[in-house]
């Protein structure tokens, strides 16, 4: 499979991913709006979601699929098998340990995370019981992180792509059948979201049984104490668990922020925490269609040329990823600040979302859309980092990073509130990118293939002309009013959209772009 049909792929389950993720939170804005409920099951939520993308998704995957892919080249399959065997009991021996300690302390992360709840006792009192119900979901999807690295390093990224939109239908499930069911039985309806979150959890791995039998890497997890010993032993393991160490460190630095942030928020006005998991979901689609897509495919095609010593392969595989990014991205971009209110108001104006909150969520996507560029080039450029088991320069990287975020929201968020929040994370993250690049370019790993400064120009341009279309069409058009009117506004955007598709693809073409050279290279 060539590398842009793997990301195709990629960006596609990840679209029905965020699509379906989309419906569920506009059926949630719909039904419950922006109340501190809402920001008490979001914190809840976030609570097993930041140490997932510690654990699972972030540290434990960083380390993980670059050793693996290593392993599989010099060691062959059955060496690979032996190491997910070992790598697989130390996990969940770990998993078993933490979901313990998380539901027992659910009272101090809350505190930890959002101890603004506490202006409104009840939020802050849901928010605990619905961490308790949903902490374990953090063993699932540590399980299905494990599964998602092993079938990405054997090239078949299907099925890790599309398991979240499971989770996605679950909540979306629990919402249509269970919320009239809790609101008759005299149960707070808030409370449905907790089972769709677990059932999801549990579909999500489920999933993921078949694809590894069918590569023959199943794990075989040992529960004794004798299997845990064993599996310490392994050289693999040791490596896995020398390389997280860091590399747990520079993901607690993103989930630090991230921890501040919400703290920060749930000391603002009610609804801040909620504004801003809108603005979130929104930059999600840019951020995993391109940058999550392209760190999934390229980890371990970069760990592999690095371990068969092939720099040629390495240095254009990044720089390959690097101009997608760029292509994408820049746009992307430069729509999020222009065009950010159609978009909201479209999309969660509905039931209880009122029009303040439109605006609120559009001010924080804006924030942002400034910094969209360095957050989906870090999926690009840190794994340029991981592929070579260095998990230290990115660790010190997003350390200054996250100090600078922090200076930057108390400059802002006095003036901007929950906006500046994320306008200090879009700044950060151009700083972290920056570094990044810089440090691969000094060290040789990436070499800017001849053509960059006229591609720039030309993304510029083209990128000129589209937002000068979309800032138009923003003033235009009275978005909040239509609302009475959702078809024909639903309509309407749909069809900017696609013209703008067509006015930057266009503007590419005419300046002798040739786009074909990204699906061919």
């Known amino acids: 499979m060539s590398l842009f049909k793997a990301a195709s792929t990629v960006s596609l389950l990840t679209l029905a991913s965020r699509i379906t993720g989309l419906l569920r939170d506009l ?19 976030r609570i097993p979601n930041l140490f997932r993308r510690i654990f699972g998704e972030g540290a434990f995957s960083q380390a993980f699929v670059p050793v693996l892919a290593a392993t599989r080249e010099k060691h062959g399959e059955a060496g690979a098998k032996a190491m997910v065997d070992h790598v697989s009991t130390i996990l969940l021996w770990t998993l078993v340990v933490l979901c313990i300690v998380g539901v027992v302390g659910a009272p101090l992360l809350v505190a930890a995370l959002a101890s603004g709840l506490r202006q409104t006792p009840h939020a802050y009192d849901a928010a605990v019981v619905m961490t308790r119900w949903m902490f374990p979901y953090i063993g699932f999807m540590s399980l299905v992180a494990l599964a998602g690295g092993i079938l990405n390093t054997w090239k078949k990224f299907a099925v890790p792509a599309f398991a979240p939109v499971l989770l996605n239908v679950a909540l979306i499930t629990s919402m249509l059948v269970l919320v009239p069911l809790f609101r008759q039985w005299g149960i707070e309806p808030i409370y449905s979201q907790c089972v769709g979150v677990m059932v999801g959890g549990v579909l999500q791995l489920a999933i993921q049984i078949p694809a590894l039998r069918s590569i023959g890497q199943w794990p075989r997890l040992g529960a004794s104490v004798a299997a845990l010993r064993a599996a310490w032993r392994d050289e693999g393991t040791r490596q896995v668990l020398r390389l997280m160490l860091p590399a747990l460190l520079g993901v607690s630095v993103a989930q630090i922020s991230l921890l501040i942030n919400t703290q920060i928020a749930s000391w603002l006005q009610p609804g801040s925490v909620s504004w801003l998991n809108a603005a979130d979901r929104l930059m999600e689609f840019p951020t995993a269609l391109l940058g999550v897509a392209l760190g999934v495919v390229l980890m371990p095609q970069l760990a592999s040329a690095r371990a068969a010593g092939d720099t040629k392969r ?5 720089d390959w990823g690097l101009r997608l990014v760029v292509l994408l991205a820049v746009p992307s971009s430069a729509a999020l600040l222009v065009f950010a209110q159609p978009l909201v108001a479209t999309l969660f104006h509905y039931g209880a979302f009122q029009d303040r909150d439109v605006v609120q969520v559009a001010f924080a996507l804006g924030g942002y ?6 957050l989906v ?5 840190a794994p340029g980092y991981y592929a070579s088991h260095d998990m230290k320069t990115p660790m010190r990287i997003a350390i200054v990073a996250l100090v600078a975020t922090q200076v930057l929201n108390v400059l802002l968020v ?21 570094w990044l690049l810089l440090g691969l370019r000094r060290r040789g790993s990436w070499t800017p293939a001849p053509g960059w400064p006229r591609f720039l120009l030309q993304v510029v341009a083209a990128t000129a002309l589209l937002a000068a279309f979309l800032a138009w069409t923003a003033t ?29 693809f266009g503007a590419l073409t005419a300046a002798g772009l040739r786009l074909r050279q990204f699906v061919t290279r």
């Open 476 to 504: 235009r058009f009275d978005w909040l009013a239509m609302r009475a009117e959702a078809p024909m506004r639903v309509g309407l955007l749909a069809a900017l959209l696609v013209a703008s598709a067509l006015i930057y």
């Open 314 to 318: 390495y240095g254009d595989l990044l």
């Open 414 to 434: 006095p003036r901007l509130q929950h906006a500046g929040l994320a306008l200090s994370i879009g700044l950060g993250a151009l700083l972290n990118a920056g």
């Open 369 to 374: 859309g400034t910094g969209l560029l360095g």
């Open 377 to 381: 080039a870090i999926k690009v450029l």
């Open 27 to 45: 059926l949630m804005a719909a039904l419950f709006g922006a109340t501190a409920l809402t920001d008490a099951f979001y914190v809840a939520f």
